[in-house]
């Protein structure tokens, strides 16, 4: 399932507080979804790293009560009350006498004499066994009171969370064009670094760190390894030689085209995505200067960043003329 499918399930399971287990390779983004679900639904999110703990952690340490008997005291991170979200990262990663205890918290919703308050949702997370990660084998017992979702990350919810969160743009034009690269993991091989939803923030974090260039083939070869960072670098250049966006909108009938067509490619993904009904005009009167491939990349991309743009005399117009090209496209 795509993250926004993910989202929805989620958002559903925690309203009938049905445990779930979501699986998925390294670094596709497991954790940040159940922390938006959890946002998004006002909840509490309580994030516990099953693989650090100890079993005494979640059990707790023993005391003696006035009657000589011995009690257990819960650690503190375990809900009191309210509503929220207990996740269980990494949980299939953990020993198996630590997932012992959180399994007693999925089935019973207890632990000792800790007891779950009835407005939380047990969420884990974890692994596949093919990612060849460290994982222990979850028990059928357990696997049947949980609803399995197997998360796959997608180019284009991964564009929409990157605009929100601040991702520089010349990584969103850079996966556009290389969507594959977007997570490209392969477990039969010992690549300490490779392209995922995860390291991409990370380049997103190092360029915009202001790194020099002889420096920075390096460190995205650490982030994402060294193909993915060598077809980066060569888009980066490619994007440096692009005409500035203000300038192309404010004269589209006048500025120079660069002749390249990897340099017009990545001039027409910056473009689309300041698609509005204000720029809508500078952005017609660029398309049917280019030639008409990318006249079609530009005003279609550009509907989707904003599809209203369609119902404008512009568009109308640029798509009559174009009529011939979007019929055979």
Request: proline content about 7%; overall charge negative; charged content about 20%.
């Amino acid at each position: 399932m795509k993250p926004s499918s993910v989202m929805n399930a989620l958002e559903t399971l925690i309203h009938v507080q049905q445990p779930v287990f979501l699986w998925g390779a390294p670094g596709v983004g497991k954790s940040q979804v159940v922390a938006q679900a959890a946002k998004r639904l006002g909840l509490e999110l309580v994030d516990v790293r099953a693989v650090l703990l100890d079993p005494v952690d979640l059990r707790g340490i023993p005391r003696i009560d006035d009657n000589g008997n011995a009690i257990w005291c819960p650690p503190s991170f375990l809900p009191r009350q309210g509503r929220g979200v207990l996740f269980l990262d990494e949980l299939n990663t953990a020993p198996p006498l630590v997932q012992a205890a959180c399994y007693q918290l999925i089935l019973d919703r207890k632990l000792g004499e800790y007891t779950l308050p009835d407005g939380w949702t047990v969420i884990a997370a974890g692994n596949r066994e093919s990612d060849r990660s460290v994982t222990h084998r979850m028990p059928t017992a357990l696997a049947n009171r949980l609803v399995h979702l197997d998360f796959e990350p997608d180019l284009d919810d991964w564009l929409a969370w990157a605009e929100g969160a601040g991702i520089d743009a010349r990584l969103c034009h850079f996966l556009r064009f290389r969507p594959k690269l977007l997570h490209s993991f392969d477990p039969t091989r010992a690549e300490k670094a490779f392209p995922s939803p995860r390291s991409w923030e990370f380049v997103s974090r190092i360029l915009g760190a202001g790194t020099r260039w002889n420096t920075l083939r390096d460190l995205l070869k650490g982030a994402v390894g060294e193909a993915a960072a060598a077809e980066c670098m060569g888009f980066l250049k490619v994007h440096s030689l692009m005409p500035d966006v203000e300038q192309v909108l404010a004269d589209p009938g006048g500025v120079a085209l660069p002749g390249d067509p990897a340099v017009l490619y990545a001039m027409c993904e910056a473009l689309a995505r300041r698609a509005s009904e204000l720029t809508m005009n500078s952005l017609a009167v660029l398309a049917s200067r280019l030639p008409v491939e990318f006249g079609v990349l530009l005003m279609r991309d550009a509907a989707g960043t904003d599809p209203d743009i369609v119902e404008t005399d512009a568009f109308q117009i640029w798509a009559c003329a174009n009529s011939d090209v979007l019929v055979t496209a």
